[in-house]
Protein backbone atom coordinates (compact mmCIF):
# COMPACT_ATOMS: atom_id res chain seq x y z
CA UNK A 1 0.00 0.00 0.00
CA UNK A 2 1.32 3.58 -1.24
CA UNK A 3 1.33 6.10 1.61
CA UNK A 4 -0.03 10.16 1.18
CA UNK A 5 2.00 12.63 0.38
CA UNK A 6 2.63 15.07 3.02
CA UNK A 7 -0.07 17.07 1.01
CA UNK A 8 -2.92 14.30 1.20
CA UNK A 9 -2.98 13.25 4.40
CA UNK A 10 -6.40 11.24 4.40
CA UNK A 11 -6.69 7.82 2.22
CA UNK A 12 -10.37 5.66 2.53
CA UNK A 13 -9.03 2.30 2.89
CA UNK A 14 -11.24 -0.08 0.94
CA UNK A 15 -11.82 -3.13 3.18
CA UNK A 16 -13.65 -5.00 0.52
CA UNK A 17 -10.12 -5.41 -1.45
CA UNK A 18 -8.84 -6.96 1.79
CA UNK A 19 -7.81 -10.15 3.14
CA UNK A 20 -11.63 -11.46 4.12
CA UNK A 21 -12.95 -11.39 7.92
CA UNK A 22 -12.14 -13.90 10.24
CA UNK A 23 -15.64 -14.12 12.41
CA UNK A 24 -15.13 -16.11 15.66
CA UNK A 25 -17.61 -17.18 18.24
CA UNK A 26 -16.83 -17.68 22.40
CA UNK A 27 -14.86 -20.69 21.90
CA UNK A 28 -11.70 -21.88 21.13
CA UNK A 29 -12.35 -24.66 19.39
CA UNK A 30 -13.68 -22.51 16.55
CA UNK A 31 -12.23 -22.14 13.27
CA UNK A 32 -11.73 -18.73 11.76
CA UNK A 33 -14.44 -19.03 9.84
CA UNK A 34 -17.02 -20.35 12.21
CA UNK A 35 -19.82 -18.12 13.64
CA UNK A 36 -21.56 -20.09 16.29
CA UNK A 37 -19.76 -21.74 19.75
CA UNK A 38 -19.81 -25.11 20.90
CA UNK A 39 -17.30 -27.70 20.34
CA UNK A 40 -18.96 -30.57 17.31
CA UNK A 41 -16.71 -33.40 18.54
CA UNK A 42 -18.38 -34.47 21.97
CA UNK A 43 -20.40 -37.44 22.44
CA UNK A 44 -23.83 -36.96 23.73
CA UNK A 45 -24.86 -38.94 26.86
CA UNK A 46 -26.58 -41.65 26.68
CA UNK A 47 -29.95 -43.06 28.77
CA UNK A 48 -29.45 -46.34 30.04
CA UNK A 49 -32.99 -48.14 29.41
CA UNK A 50 -33.28 -46.81 26.31
CA UNK A 51 -29.91 -46.37 25.23
CA UNK A 52 -30.77 -43.12 22.79
CA UNK A 53 -29.07 -40.13 23.28
CA UNK A 54 -29.95 -37.44 26.38
CA UNK A 55 -29.07 -33.66 26.36
CA UNK A 56 -26.19 -32.95 28.59
CA UNK A 57 -26.50 -30.64 31.62
CA UNK A 58 -23.82 -27.93 32.24
CA UNK A 59 -21.92 -28.80 35.15
CA UNK A 60 -22.36 -32.81 35.33
CA UNK A 61 -18.48 -32.60 34.28
CA UNK A 62 -19.29 -34.27 31.26
CA UNK A 63 -18.61 -32.26 28.08
CA UNK A 64 -21.31 -32.40 25.98
CA UNK A 65 -22.17 -31.18 22.46
CA UNK A 66 -22.41 -27.57 22.44
CA UNK A 67 -19.98 -27.05 25.72
CA UNK A 68 -16.08 -26.56 24.88
CA UNK A 69 -15.19 -27.64 29.06
CA UNK A 70 -17.37 -28.64 31.51
CA UNK A 71 -15.37 -28.35 35.28
CA UNK A 72 -18.63 -29.78 37.41
CA UNK A 73 -19.28 -26.23 38.96
CA UNK A 74 -20.42 -23.11 38.02
CA UNK A 75 -17.70 -20.79 39.27
CA UNK A 76 -17.45 -18.49 36.36
CA UNK A 77 -13.69 -17.71 35.92
CA UNK A 78 -11.99 -20.63 37.21
CA UNK A 79 -11.39 -21.60 33.22
CA UNK A 80 -14.79 -23.07 32.54
CA UNK A 81 -17.83 -20.58 33.13
CA UNK A 82 -21.20 -21.57 34.44
CA UNK A 83 -22.34 -22.00 30.47
CA UNK A 84 -19.60 -24.17 30.05
CA UNK A 85 -17.53 -22.72 27.63
CA UNK A 86 -14.19 -21.26 28.17
CA UNK A 87 -13.05 -18.64 31.11
CA UNK A 88 -10.15 -16.67 32.16
CA UNK A 89 -8.72 -18.67 35.62
CA UNK A 90 -8.28 -15.78 38.07
CA UNK A 91 -5.27 -17.01 40.10
CA UNK A 92 -5.68 -13.53 42.29
CA UNK A 93 -8.00 -10.40 42.84
CA UNK A 94 -7.16 -7.80 45.25
CA UNK A 95 -8.72 -4.51 46.03
CA UNK A 96 -5.94 -1.31 45.94
CA UNK A 97 -6.43 -0.26 49.70
CA UNK A 98 -6.66 3.75 49.14
CA UNK A 99 -7.32 3.94 45.73
CA UNK A 100 -10.29 5.01 44.00
CA UNK A 101 -9.74 4.55 40.52
CA UNK A 102 -6.55 3.23 38.61
CA UNK A 103 -5.30 4.49 35.13
CA UNK A 104 -2.83 2.26 33.91
CA UNK A 105 -0.39 -0.26 34.42
CA UNK A 106 2.40 -2.28 33.43
CA UNK A 107 5.22 -5.07 34.10
CA UNK A 108 8.78 -4.46 34.82
CA UNK A 109 11.77 -6.25 33.57
CA UNK A 110 11.48 -7.72 37.10
CA UNK A 111 8.15 -8.96 36.83
CA UNK A 112 6.65 -6.39 39.38
CA UNK A 113 3.38 -5.05 38.53
CA UNK A 114 3.30 -0.99 38.33
CA UNK A 115 -0.32 0.74 38.27
CA UNK A 116 -0.82 4.26 38.97
CA UNK A 117 -4.21 5.95 39.80
CA UNK A 118 -5.56 8.77 42.16
CA UNK A 119 -6.67 8.24 46.00
CA UNK A 120 -8.76 10.56 47.24
CA UNK A 121 -7.06 13.97 45.95
CA UNK A 122 -3.50 12.11 45.73
CA UNK A 123 -2.08 10.42 42.53
CA UNK A 124 -0.29 7.53 43.39
CA UNK A 125 2.55 5.03 42.11
CA UNK A 126 2.38 1.26 43.22
CA UNK A 127 4.58 -1.91 42.96
CA UNK A 128 3.01 -5.10 43.26
CA UNK A 129 5.13 -8.74 43.82
CA UNK A 130 3.35 -11.48 41.45
CA UNK A 131 1.61 -12.74 43.75
CA UNK A 132 -0.18 -9.99 44.89
CA UNK A 133 2.32 -8.26 47.86
CA UNK A 134 2.08 -4.94 47.37
CA UNK A 135 5.67 -3.46 47.47
CA UNK A 136 5.56 -0.28 47.58
CA UNK A 137 3.59 2.97 46.95
CA UNK A 138 4.69 6.67 46.54
CA UNK A 139 2.82 9.88 45.62
CA UNK A 140 3.22 11.35 42.08
CA UNK A 141 2.45 14.19 40.36
CA UNK A 142 -0.06 13.21 37.76
CA UNK A 143 -1.39 9.50 36.86
CA UNK A 144 -2.41 8.71 33.74
CA UNK A 145 -0.81 6.45 30.87
CA UNK A 146 2.23 4.27 32.12
CA UNK A 147 5.16 2.49 30.54
CA UNK A 148 8.11 0.47 31.20
CA UNK A 149 11.18 0.32 29.08
CA UNK A 150 13.73 -2.79 29.21
CA UNK A 151 15.80 -0.71 31.30
CA UNK A 152 12.93 -0.78 33.90
CA UNK A 153 12.94 3.32 33.63
CA UNK A 154 9.09 4.33 34.06
CA UNK A 155 7.14 7.03 32.05
CA UNK A 156 4.19 8.37 33.01
CA UNK A 157 1.95 10.49 30.76
CA UNK A 158 -0.46 12.20 32.62
CA UNK A 159 -4.11 13.15 32.03
CA UNK A 160 -3.13 16.98 33.34
CA UNK A 161 -0.54 17.42 31.15
CA UNK A 162 2.89 16.35 32.92
CA UNK A 163 5.17 13.82 31.30
CA UNK A 164 7.20 12.13 34.33
CA UNK A 165 9.73 9.39 34.54
CA UNK A 166 11.33 7.90 37.39
CA UNK A 167 14.41 4.98 38.17
CA UNK A 168 13.32 1.46 38.84
CA UNK A 169 13.36 2.75 42.27
CA UNK A 170 10.49 5.10 42.22
CA UNK A 171 12.97 7.86 42.42
CA UNK A 172 11.77 10.45 40.47
CA UNK A 173 14.47 11.65 36.89
CA UNK A 174 12.70 14.41 35.26
CA UNK A 175 9.33 15.81 34.61
CA UNK A 176 8.31 18.13 31.69
CA UNK A 177 4.49 19.82 30.95
CA UNK A 178 2.51 20.59 28.10
CA UNK A 179 -0.99 22.55 27.38
CA UNK A 180 -3.55 20.30 27.77
CA UNK A 181 -3.48 16.23 28.92
CA UNK A 182 -1.93 13.53 27.24
CA UNK A 183 -3.77 11.27 25.39
CA UNK A 184 -1.27 8.26 24.52
CA UNK A 185 1.52 7.28 25.30
CA UNK A 186 4.58 4.59 24.02
CA UNK A 187 7.89 3.59 23.65
CA UNK A 188 10.15 3.02 20.63
CA UNK A 189 13.86 2.31 19.97
CA UNK A 190 15.72 4.85 22.13
CA UNK A 191 12.56 7.24 22.42
CA UNK A 192 9.48 8.11 24.24
CA UNK A 193 6.51 9.17 22.53
CA UNK A 194 3.54 10.97 23.39
CA UNK A 195 0.34 11.95 21.79
CA UNK A 196 -2.16 14.98 23.45
CA UNK A 197 -5.20 17.17 21.98
CA UNK A 198 -4.87 20.29 20.84
CA UNK A 199 -6.71 23.07 18.70
CA UNK A 200 -9.67 25.10 19.44
CA UNK A 201 -12.12 24.65 16.65
CA UNK A 202 -11.21 21.77 15.64
CA UNK A 203 -9.19 19.02 17.40
CA UNK A 204 -5.89 18.07 16.83
CA UNK A 205 -3.73 15.05 17.94
CA UNK A 206 -0.36 16.20 18.57
CA UNK A 207 2.45 13.29 18.66
CA UNK A 208 5.56 13.74 20.19
CA UNK A 209 9.28 12.12 20.29
CA UNK A 210 11.19 12.65 23.56
CA UNK A 211 14.68 12.17 24.49
CA UNK A 212 14.05 9.02 27.68
CA UNK A 213 16.71 10.93 29.31
CA UNK A 214 15.61 14.14 29.53
CA UNK A 215 12.18 14.53 28.08
CA UNK A 216 13.22 17.12 25.66
CA UNK A 217 11.12 16.88 22.55
CA UNK A 218 12.68 16.25 19.60
CA UNK A 219 9.91 16.51 17.22
CA UNK A 220 6.44 16.82 17.09
CA UNK A 221 3.74 16.71 14.86
CA UNK A 222 -0.37 17.24 14.29
CA UNK A 223 -2.81 15.94 12.23
CA UNK A 224 -4.46 18.95 9.91
CA UNK A 225 -6.57 21.72 11.48
CA UNK A 226 -9.16 21.10 8.95
CA UNK A 227 -11.16 18.46 10.55
CA UNK A 228 -11.34 17.49 14.38
CA UNK A 229 -9.37 13.79 15.41
CA UNK A 230 -9.15 12.21 18.60
CA UNK A 231 -6.31 9.87 19.83
CA UNK A 232 -7.56 6.76 22.20
CA UNK A 233 -4.37 4.88 22.18
CA UNK A 234 -0.45 5.60 20.48
CA UNK A 235 1.47 2.41 19.99
CA UNK A 236 5.17 2.13 18.23
CA UNK A 237 5.76 0.09 15.75
CA UNK A 238 9.36 0.32 13.81
CA UNK A 239 10.27 3.75 13.53
CA UNK A 240 6.42 5.02 13.09
CA UNK A 241 4.18 6.24 16.20
CA UNK A 242 0.48 5.34 15.55
CA UNK A 243 -2.82 6.69 17.05
CA UNK A 244 -5.72 5.26 16.98
CA UNK A 245 -9.32 7.15 17.43
CA UNK A 246 -11.72 8.71 15.53
CA UNK A 247 -11.93 11.35 12.65
CA UNK A 248 -15.04 13.60 11.97
CA UNK A 249 -16.29 17.39 11.60
CA UNK A 250 -18.11 15.99 14.56
CA UNK A 251 -16.47 13.52 16.78
CA UNK A 252 -19.75 12.00 17.81
CA UNK A 253 -20.95 10.76 14.65
CA UNK A 254 -16.88 9.91 12.57
CA UNK A 255 -15.43 7.48 11.30
CA UNK A 256 -12.75 5.03 13.14
CA UNK A 257 -8.78 6.31 12.13
CA UNK A 258 -5.76 4.99 12.26
CA UNK A 259 -2.84 8.01 11.80
CA UNK A 260 0.75 7.22 12.16
CA UNK A 261 3.85 9.95 12.03
CA UNK A 262 6.83 9.14 10.29
CA UNK A 263 10.41 9.35 12.31
CA UNK A 264 10.86 12.76 11.51
CA UNK A 265 7.58 13.99 12.38
CA UNK A 266 7.00 15.88 9.51
CA UNK A 267 4.89 13.45 7.39
CA UNK A 268 1.68 12.39 9.58
CA UNK A 269 -0.67 10.10 7.22
CA UNK A 270 -3.73 8.48 7.90
CA UNK A 271 -6.11 5.44 6.86
CA UNK A 272 -9.95 5.84 7.55
CA UNK A 273 -12.21 2.57 8.13
CA UNK A 274 -15.74 3.84 6.64
CA UNK A 275 -18.18 1.18 7.77
CA UNK A 276 -15.68 -1.30 9.67
CA UNK A 277 -15.62 0.79 13.25
CA UNK A 278 -16.94 3.69 14.86
CA UNK A 279 -13.80 3.84 17.06
CA UNK A 280 -10.21 2.39 17.85
CA UNK A 281 -10.17 2.44 21.35
CA UNK A 282 -6.86 0.64 21.47
CA UNK A 283 -3.44 -0.21 20.07
CA UNK A 284 -0.51 -2.40 20.55
CA UNK A 285 2.40 -3.61 18.66
CA UNK A 286 2.97 -7.23 17.33
CA UNK A 287 6.58 -7.61 16.97
CA UNK A 288 8.37 -4.74 15.12
CA UNK A 289 5.84 -4.27 12.57
CA UNK A 290 2.54 -4.87 13.02
CA UNK A 291 -0.27 -3.22 14.76
CA UNK A 292 -3.09 -4.99 16.82
CA UNK A 293 -6.32 -2.54 17.25
CA UNK A 294 -9.47 -2.89 18.94
CA UNK A 295 -12.64 -0.94 19.00
CA UNK A 296 -16.50 -0.99 18.14
CA UNK A 297 -18.43 -1.65 14.82
CA UNK A 298 -21.53 0.67 14.05
CA UNK A 299 -23.82 -1.96 15.08
CA UNK A 300 -22.15 -1.67 18.38
CA UNK A 301 -20.10 -5.19 17.88
CA UNK A 302 -16.74 -5.90 18.99
CA UNK A 303 -13.87 -5.49 16.73
CA UNK A 304 -10.02 -6.27 16.76
CA UNK A 305 -7.94 -6.66 13.94
CA UNK A 306 -4.12 -7.24 12.89
CA UNK A 307 -2.52 -4.81 10.01
CA UNK A 308 0.78 -5.36 8.42
CA UNK A 309 3.88 -3.50 8.01
CA UNK A 310 2.03 -1.45 5.05
CA UNK A 311 -0.49 -0.87 7.30
CA UNK A 312 -2.77 -3.36 5.34
CA UNK A 313 -4.80 -5.52 6.85
CA UNK A 314 -4.17 -9.04 7.73
CA UNK A 315 -7.30 -10.04 9.83
CA UNK A 316 -10.54 -9.10 11.43
CA UNK A 317 -12.19 -10.51 14.47
CA UNK A 318 -15.78 -9.90 15.71
CA UNK A 319 -17.72 -11.56 17.92
CA UNK A 320 -21.44 -11.75 16.68
CA UNK A 321 -22.64 -12.74 20.39
CA UNK A 322 -21.12 -10.29 21.79
CA UNK A 323 -22.60 -6.92 21.07
CA UNK A 324 -21.77 -3.67 23.59
CA UNK A 325 -18.32 -4.84 24.94
CA UNK A 326 -16.86 -1.86 24.61
CA UNK A 327 -12.82 -2.40 24.41
CA UNK A 328 -10.94 -0.37 26.43
CA UNK A 329 -6.96 -1.75 26.40
CA UNK A 330 -5.19 -4.09 24.05
CA UNK A 331 -2.17 -5.89 25.47
CA UNK A 332 -0.23 -8.26 22.98
CA UNK A 333 2.18 -10.91 25.01
CA UNK A 334 3.44 -14.54 25.01
CA UNK A 335 3.16 -16.26 21.66
CA UNK A 336 1.30 -13.26 20.17
CA UNK A 337 -1.47 -14.10 22.08
CA UNK A 338 -3.89 -10.77 22.31
CA UNK A 339 -5.85 -9.53 25.34
CA UNK A 340 -8.18 -6.82 25.30
CA UNK A 341 -10.25 -5.83 28.36
CA UNK A 342 -13.02 -3.37 28.70
CA UNK A 343 -16.86 -3.27 29.68
CA UNK A 344 -19.97 -4.55 28.57
CA UNK A 345 -22.27 -1.68 28.35
CA UNK A 346 -25.03 -2.83 26.81
CA UNK A 347 -25.11 -5.79 29.66
CA UNK A 348 -25.11 -5.35 33.12
CA UNK A 349 -21.84 -2.91 33.35
CA UNK A 350 -19.65 -5.22 34.07
CA UNK A 351 -15.51 -5.79 33.71
CA UNK A 352 -14.69 -8.10 30.44
CA UNK A 353 -11.82 -10.07 29.35
CA UNK A 354 -11.08 -11.59 26.28
CA UNK A 355 -7.75 -13.47 24.87
CA UNK A 356 -7.14 -14.15 21.05
CA UNK A 357 -4.51 -16.37 19.97
CA UNK A 358 -2.19 -14.85 17.20
CA UNK A 359 -4.94 -15.39 14.34
CA UNK A 360 -7.46 -13.64 15.86
CA UNK A 361 -9.31 -16.93 16.83
CA UNK A 362 -10.74 -16.42 20.94
CA UNK A 363 -9.61 -18.72 23.35
CA UNK A 364 -11.49 -17.74 26.36
CA UNK A 365 -13.91 -14.95 27.40
CA UNK A 366 -14.63 -13.50 31.00
CA UNK A 367 -17.35 -11.15 32.25
CA UNK A 368 -16.14 -10.66 35.63
CA UNK A 369 -19.25 -10.24 38.34
CA UNK A 370 -19.48 -7.17 40.21
CA UNK A 371 -20.30 -6.57 43.21
CA UNK A 372 -24.12 -6.06 44.26
CA UNK A 373 -23.95 -2.28 45.43
CA UNK A 374 -21.67 -1.56 42.41
CA UNK A 375 -23.03 0.47 39.79
CA UNK A 376 -20.45 -0.25 37.08
CA UNK A 377 -17.17 -2.02 36.73
CA UNK A 378 -15.01 -1.86 33.71
CA UNK A 379 -11.49 -3.31 33.24
CA UNK A 380 -9.04 -0.37 31.95
CA UNK A 381 -5.58 -1.74 31.78
CA UNK A 382 -3.65 -5.08 30.85
CA UNK A 383 -0.32 -6.38 30.89
CA UNK A 384 1.57 -9.28 30.27
CA UNK A 385 4.29 -11.09 32.15
CA UNK A 386 5.90 -13.99 31.20
CA UNK A 387 3.36 -16.62 32.33
CA UNK A 388 0.61 -14.65 33.65
CA UNK A 389 -1.69 -11.53 32.14
CA UNK A 390 -3.27 -9.11 34.80
CA UNK A 391 -6.06 -6.87 34.86
CA UNK A 392 -6.70 -2.97 36.58
CA UNK A 393 -10.32 -1.80 36.34
CA UNK A 394 -12.36 0.41 38.59
CA UNK A 395 -16.23 0.13 40.24
CA UNK A 396 -18.02 2.48 41.35
CA UNK A 397 -21.40 2.40 43.09
CA UNK A 398 -23.08 5.77 42.06
CA UNK A 399 -22.57 10.01 41.88
CA UNK A 400 -23.90 10.70 45.53
CA UNK A 401 -21.72 11.42 48.36
CA UNK A 402 -21.85 8.05 49.86
CA UNK A 403 -20.70 6.38 46.48
CA UNK A 404 -17.98 3.66 46.55
CA UNK A 405 -15.05 4.03 44.03
CA UNK A 406 -12.77 0.84 44.29
CA UNK A 407 -9.88 0.21 42.19
CA UNK A 408 -8.89 -3.30 41.84
CA UNK A 409 -5.75 -5.77 39.95
CA UNK A 410 -6.71 -9.41 38.90
CA UNK A 411 -3.83 -12.02 37.77
CA UNK A 412 -5.12 -14.83 34.91
CA UNK A 413 -3.06 -17.72 34.15
CA UNK A 414 -1.89 -18.83 31.00
CA UNK A 415 -2.04 -22.20 31.02
Given at each position: ????????????????????????????????????????????????????????????????????????????????????????????????????????????????????????????????????????????????????????????????????????????????????????????????????????????????????????????????????????????????????????????????????????????????????????TGAAPVGESELVIAGNSPDDKFVLRRLGPGNELIWTSHLTDAPGSW?????????????????????????????????????????????????????????????????????????????????????????
Amino acid sequence: MQFAAPTTVLITLALAGCVPSIVVGDNPQDTPESTTGGSTDATPTSSASSGESEPGVCGDGVVDAGESCDDGNDESNDGCDGACQRSGRVVWSIELAGIDAVTDLDVDPAGRILVNGWGGDTAHLLAFAPDGTELWRRTIADPGELAIDAGGRIFIAGIAGMLQAFSPEKKSLWSLDIDGGFAGLALGPDAVYSAAHSGEETVQVTVRRHDPATGEIAWESSTPSGQSALCDDLAVIGEQAVSVGRLGPELEDGVALVAAFDPDGAHPWAEQFPGAATQWTGAAPVGESELVIAGNSPDDKFVLRRLGPGNELIWTSHLTDAPGSWPMRVAVGPGEQIAVVGGDLAGDNESVVRLHDAAGVLLWSSVLEKPEDVQDDRAVAAAFSSDALFVAGNFFSGVDEDNINQAWLRRFALD
